[in-house]
């Protein structure tokens, strides 16, 4: 029997991770919430069971969506690494990302301004989010990030690399996150409709969340 080639194995090799990480998770989760929507008088164990099925599931998403960041931010820096051409972000974003970046010592938050700002692809994400990293570790402590969101927009290539380095920053950094866009209402929703305490609609309201948060955390 004649020997794959290389690439071809390479390939059957990312359509077995793509079933594990991805398909796999994603159909036990559909049919868990297909069973809880077509059979509403199951008893609790049995709801609860398949409760129990669809959040391993999200789990194991949420796994494989980190390994896949993981993957191409690392496979970025290696290209980087053997001389491959700068990332496609022209010097005016560049120079302009350290305008949207302020740290505001006497309150202890990092200001972050994405208003209007687009995110076409992971590339301009890992150029903003290292900026960031940079200025917080050289500071040498702990903040809190206050995140102007009016009319940003995150192009679907880089989606991935914005939910990996956001949870990166929140997880290592920050003491708490909110976020404000000056043109929705006062608290903006959630997808279940439930309302987001972290998310406003003023600069204002934002900073007067954060103050709440900080006197939770005395408590």
């Known amino acids: 029997m004649p020997e794959q080639p290389e690439a071809e194995l390479s390939t059957l090799a990312l359509s ?4 594990e990480d991805f398909v796999s998770p994603l159909t036990a989760v559909r049919g868990s919430l297909e069973i809880l929507r077509d ?11 398949f409760l129990e099925a669809a959040l391993q599931s999200c789990s194991r998403l949420e796994k494989g969506v980190e390994a896949l960041s993981k993957a191409v931010y690392e496979a970025g820096l290696k290209s980087l690494g053997a001389g491959a051409a700068e990332p496609e972000t022209a010097p005016e974003e560049k120079s302009d990302n350290l305008r949207r970046i302020r740290l505001l010592d006497d309150l202890g938050v990092v200001e972050i301004d994405l208003e209007g700002y687009i995110f ?11 900026q960031i990293e940079r200025l917080v570790v050289a500071s040498g402590r702990d903040w809190y990030f206050l995140i102007n969101f009016a009319n940003c927009s995150i192009w679907p290539e880089a989606w991935v690399a914005f ?7 929140n997880v290592v950094y920050s003491l708490g996150t909110v976020r404000y866009a000056a043109d929705d209402d006062d608290q ?9 305490p972290n998310f406003h609609g003023s600069r204002e309201a934002a900073l007067a969340r954060i103050e709440a948060m900080k006197a939770e955390a005395k408590r």
């Open 16 to 19: 077995t991770k793509v079933e």
């Open 39 to 49: 059979f509403p008088n199951l008893d609790q164990a049995e709801r609860q069971r």
């Open 120 to 130: 076409r692809n992971s590339d301009m994400v890992n150029e903003f989010y290292d």
């Open 163 to 169: 939910a990996h380095r956001g949870k990166k920053i």
């Open 188 to 196: 903006g929703e959630t997808a279940g409709g439930d309302l987001d």
